[in-house]
């Protein structure tokens, strides 16, 4: 018997790197689970890892009219949700003079439009007692360089945990965020090849566990927000190593 054996679950970004752990996580503890991307060759991937009880559903965060499709998707895969979690984003490193309107707005549009109305699509699914979790990122209470467009929308969003909370806690659904640290995904490799090795250096350094997390480290912290802790509204749970506490 699992911990989340009957329950379901919603992972926006839930293909690859964090989503996919989280996604993992309550697999194997139970859950059936849905996650999203936006690439179909990693979708396959991820469903071929997850097994019989999750399904992989190409969507795209940005687009208002593909997360309406994914709420009827859900409806007709789950009828009603326990957990949903808004994990879907992309990076930003660009100094600030270099950053561009079109840089500025794809940022907003998948790491704080697409999560707005993510909730607001699949509230409406979700059960009495539920948990929403939003992942944002210890760069919106730091000032790292070059990261000026990416923390402003993950501040918004953390910013969002509370008013989202507020807002939803009358029907039943607590909203919570859990915000990573330098965990190796291998995104950075991916987004900023020519700066991968010097950042993660960097961030090494600056950690008091002098290394980075696993995504297996991050995905309990998601579990409890979302399942676990249901006397707690609002929080934003640091998984980073203490490196924004110390």
Known sequence: MGRYDGKTAVITGGSSGLGLAAARHLVDEGARVLVTGRTQETLDDAAAQLGGRAVAVRSDTSSLTEIEALAERVRAEFGTVDALVVNAGIGSFDPFDAVTEQTFDDVFAINTKGPFF?????APLMAEGSGV???????????????SVYSASKAALRSMARTLSRELLPRGIRVNA???????????????PERAA????AFTASNPMQRFGKPSEFAPAVAFLAFDATFVAGVELVVD???SQL
């Open 118 to 122: 993510t909730v607001q699509k699949m």
């Open 133 to 147: 979790v939003l992942t944002t990122s210890t760069a919106n209470q730091t000032g790292w360089d070059a990261l």
């Open 178 to 192: 859990v915000s990573p640290g330098s965990i190796d995904t291998g995104k950075l490799e991916k987004e900023v």
């Open 198 to 201: 010097e950042l993660k250096a």
């Open 241 to 243: 190593g203490g490196d």
